[in-house]
């Protein structure tokens, strides 16, 4: 037995702590018993407490486990979480072959996060945070669950990030949301500044601030709930997977928001691994849980190079033929692009 000196004390059984029963912390290698480490920032104990599964990968900070997120979650201690962080997939119709169906009818959809949502709402602590990444379709039915459960609304949050082309007949879809609930009055709230915005062409401001320039916090500005900055995660160089994934940026900056080191954060759709990874720069423990393939999220969280293969071209030309792309071959043959007109504007 080794003493966690960093945690604190650990304790086996978290419905009756025991002080005589001690554990060692967290390894990088994966688990030899099926005790998950909880860390309660307030009491600064490190508890475990039995599960059914064991784990498939974890390191000194958190666990990742391979399977339905609802199964895991039942096994779960109640009140045990300080934030509940969910990117679930959209039911847009992505089938890729990894055990689950993504075209259920709408009723099926929504019927399905209402049962994850309640299981999550009960894992959070009295104060902790909630946070659900969707588009506003599915969002604006999914933030009418959280407030039956009794949670508290904060702020729906509008990341600018195109995700489809334009669709006739309507606006052009260019935000998702980004709900964010406590439960009860929050336990951590911290507003990030962001950097006073400058033209990326000259450098000067691109607001004047009614002439009240000088008087701006230098330390940035106060964060709003319309999230300009978040870069879309499209390319080769920082995508982990082939599938979509969120920004680091942006998970970085919920956990600035909604959490202090040492808390507890759970992400029941695990994808590229991107929760686990700020919340381990952010020294943040950790849980998580992926239904598919978990070696993108075990590559990352190793520090290994990841395997994604690119489909040879941009997010611009998905979707397109090889002769409306102008790339590549067509039946066998080269393509090139069409020939481009004068196009000088006529004067009269």
Not at 125 to 149: R, Y
Not at 249 to 273: A, C
Request: net charge positive.
């Amino acid at each position: 037995m080794i003493l966690a000196q960093t945690a604190g004390q650990v304790v086996k059984d978290l419905f009756r702590p025991c002080k005589s029963s001690v554990k060692a912390a967290c390894s990088d290698s994966p688990s030899t018993h099926f005790d998950l480490p909880v860390y309660l920032a307030s009491t600064e104990r490190l508890f475990y407490y039995p599960l059914m599964r064991s784990s498939i990968f974890e390191t000194k900070l958190g666990r990742l486990y391979q399977g339905d997120c609802l199964e895991l979650m039942a096994e779960l201690q109640p009140g045990s979480i300080d934030l509940v962080l969910a990117d679930p997939p959209f039911n847009l119709g992505k089938h890729d072959g990894k055990g689950f169906n993504d075209s259920l009818a709408d009723h099926e959809y929504l019927d399905w996060c209402e049962k994850w949502i309640t299981s999550g709402v009960k894992l959070l602590k009295d104060g902790g945070a909630f946070f659900l990444f969707n588009i506003p379709k599915w969002n604006i039915e999914l933030g009418h669950v959280l407030t039956q459960q009794g949670m508290m609304f904060r702020h729906w949050i509008a990341i600018d990030i195109k995700y489809t082309l334009p669709i006739p007949g309507r606006l052009y879809p260019s935000h998702y949301s980004l709900l964010y609930y406590t439960k009860g009055k929050p336990r951590y709230f911290n507003r990030p500044r962001v950097p006073i915005p400058v033209c990326r062409h000259c450098g000067g401001d691109i607001h004047d601030y009614g002439g009240h320039r000088n008087k701006l916090n230098p330390e940035g500005l106060n964060l709003t709930d319309v999230w300009l900055d978040i870069p879309p995660v499209r390319h080769q160089s920082t995508k982990r997977r082939g599938a979509n994934e969120l920004s680091i940026k942006l998970l970085r900056r919920v956990l600035e928001i909604s959490t202090q080191p040492g808390d507890m954060v759970f992400d029941p759709f695990g994808g590229s691994g991107t929760t686990f990874a700020a919340a381990k720069e952010m020294h943040r423990h950790w849980i998580g849980v992926e239904l598919g393939d978990c070696e993108p999220i075990i590559r990352r969280l190793k520090g290994e190079a990841a395997e994604v293969t690119s489909p040879g071209r941009g997010d611009a030309a998905k979707g397109m033929t090889a002769e409306r792309n102008g790339n590549g071959k067509h039946n066998g043959k080269p393509t090139r692009l069409p020939q481009v007109k004068n196009l000088t504007p006529r004067l009269f």
